[in-house]
């Protein structure tokens, strides 16, 4: 679509740092059949935002990058769901220990949230 900066090479690292610590929440579950269940729920959903958005960096269109905006933030708050639920149960002890990958979701939520209002608005 159009050059990007730093922030967004920055973003992307985030983006794939992020996924590796679901990566390994995914590997923390219990290997039962609600922890196979939800890991792999969580693999998909929290994976996906940094290709997502490598596509989206790519865009064909304002139109295209929009959606592909759009459909990394769904994939992030699934993901938050599916970290809370682990919480609420739980299945990782001791339960502070998502505290900080609940607050990077929380994080990147927000700064996809900002991104599609932005670029929404300049539509």
Known sequence: ??????????LQDRLIDFAVRVMNVVEALPNSRIGN???GQLSRSGTSPAP??????SAESRKDFLHKMKISLKELRETHVWLLMIQRKPLIEPQEKLAPII????ELISIFV??????EKNK
């Open 103 to 106: 607050s990077e979701c929380n």
């Open 114 to 119: 900002a991104s599609v209002k932005t670029t």
């Open 1 to 10: 679509m159009n050059e990007k900066g730093p922030q967004d090479f920055d």
């Open 37 to 39: 269940h939800i890991g």
């Open 52 to 57: 997502n958005y490598g596509e989206a960096r």
